[in-house]
């Protein structure tokens, strides 16, 4: 239930839909396992748990989904063996040679005939829309994985339209500034890693890892022209995570304080803490998310 990743995005307009007519759409998504000849399948299913659970959970203006992503594991070095024995066999045995476009549709071929004795992988991917403040938090640390979440939502509902927040201020050249002139925010500490990169597309990079960011090591780096892209921070004593030029935060670790706040709620009440912990993360991941914007500029127009 705890997030580790945060990609947020800006709801361009309110969310009008109830827990239950959300949940009625996504149910006609609903998560169904991969036929035998089927790749990939994707589909919601209960946040909390449970089978016969809702597909939307509902708290203090929060709506909470889970999607579920089943693919099946056909590894390429496979496939490609596979079909370099089909192509030899064919010239061999007729002569002639094989050219792309039939190379192409032998080896879809191969991939239809493997797809149902291969072994199948899922995971999950977690959302919540804060329909008050006009938020949607999905726990993704990469953009095709929460684009692809949204992507279905959109199909479910019709239409979902979402922003990356904008910021006023550069988040690298805030960032690098924190470093070079040591004054983080006073509710913010310095991590103990960061990834330095020199201006343009070419640029190298350099990733630090247990280190003192404020030594002379990383100070040369930033002296001769590298910025900061990435970088470890504690935020109020409630979480650790990793702050990117993009964002995104990666890498969340809520403080053991913040987690065990609902330890009274009986342990075989397993949804009733869930739902617990939920209003507790999403607390914390809201107030978070205002004070990295307040800490660019704020928004952008």
């Known amino acids: 239930m705890w997030f580790k990743n945060i990609r947020a995005y800006r709801l361009t307009s309110p969310f009008t839909l109830t827990a239950e007519q959300l949940g009625e759409q996504l149910g006609e998504r609903g998560f169904?396992?991969?036929?035998?000849s089927q790749a990939l399948?994707?589909?919601w299913v209960p946040p909390l748990g449970g089978e016969e659970g809702e597909l939307v959970h509902a708290a203090a203006g929060r709506l909470l989904v889970k999607l579920k992503r089943e693919e099946k594991l056909l590894p390429s070095t496979v496939v490609k063996e596979l079909?370099?024995?089909?192509?030899?066999?064919?010239?061999s045995d007729q002569a002639r040679k094989v050219y792309r476009k039939e190379r192409l549709n032998l080896k879809d071929e191969i991939v239809q005939d493997c797809l149902p004795r291969a072994f199948s992988r899922s995971t999950s991917v977690f959302a919540y829309i804060?329909?008050?403040?006009?938020?949607?938090?999905?726990?993704a640390a990469s953009a095709g994985k929460a684009e692809e979440l949204l992507n279905l939502l959109r199909e479910c509902i019709g239409s979902f339209p979402v922003l990356l927040p904008q910021v006023n201020n550069a988040p690298v050249a805030v960032m690098t500034g924190w470093l070079v002139h040591r004054n983080l925010p006073e509710d913010f500490e310095l991590g103990d890693e960061c990834e330095l990169r020199e201006p343009g597309e070419e640029g190298g990079v350099v990733r630090c890892r247990g280190v003192d960011l404020l030594s002379e090591e990383v100070e040369t780096h930033l002296n001769a022209g590298k910025q900061v892209a990435r970088l470890s921070l504690g935020w109020d004593e409630r979480l650790q995570l990793v702050l990117a030029e993009d964002l995104c935060l990666r890498r969340l670790k809520f403080?053991?304080?913040?987690?065990?706040e609902n330890e009274?709620?009986?342990?075989?009440?397993?949804?009733?803490?869930?739902?617990a912990d939920f209003a507790l993360m999403a607390d914390a991941i809201g107030s978070l998310q205002e004070r990295i914007l307040s800490l660019f500029g704020?928004?952008?127009e």
């Not at 804060?130 to 726990?139: E, K, L, Q």
């Not at 403080?255 to 065990?260: G, I, N, R, T, Y």
């Not at 009986?266 to 009733?272: F, H, L, Q, T, V």
Request: aromatic share 4%; with cysteine; net charge negative.
């Open 83 to 91: 079909l370099e024995e089909k192509v030899a066999t064919i010239e």
């Open 32 to 36: 169904v396992p991969c036929a035998k």
């Open 255 to 260: 403080a053991d304080e913040l987690m065990k």
């Open 298 to 300: 704020g928004e952008a």
């Open 41 to 43: 399948s994707l589909g």
């Open 130 to 139: 804060d329909t008050r403040a006009n938020w949607v938090f999905v726990d």
């Open 264 to 275: 009274d709620i009986p342990e075989d009440d397993n949804m009733a803490r869930m739902d």
